[in-house]
């Protein structure tokens, strides 16, 4: 049986659902994610709803009017 220990993965949850556990996509995301971890991979989850994280296609949206760029600081 292969195995994939030390592969991580990152669900990114874009529901407009506030609540985590209550969205349809986590428990998609979690159906999915189980397989994997079955395999070994290390699973973390990112609710967006949960950040500030504003709209824009720019490197840094603070440049662009926005008090934060969360994204540039969840990826970096």
Do not use: C
Request: charged fraction near 25%; avoid cysteine.
């Amino acid at each position: 049986m292969n195995t994939f220990t030390g592969l991580r993965a990152l669900y990114v949850n874009t529901s407009l659902e506030k609540n985590r556990e209550s969205s349809h996509t986590r428990f998609l995301m979690e159906a999915s994610s189980s397989i994997m971890q079955k395999k070994g991979v290390d699973v973390d989850y990112l609710h967006f709803t949960e950040h500030k994280v504003p709209p824009g296609v720019y490197p840094d949206m603070t440049e662009h009017g926005w008090d934060t760029d969360r994204v540039a600081i969840l990826v970096g």
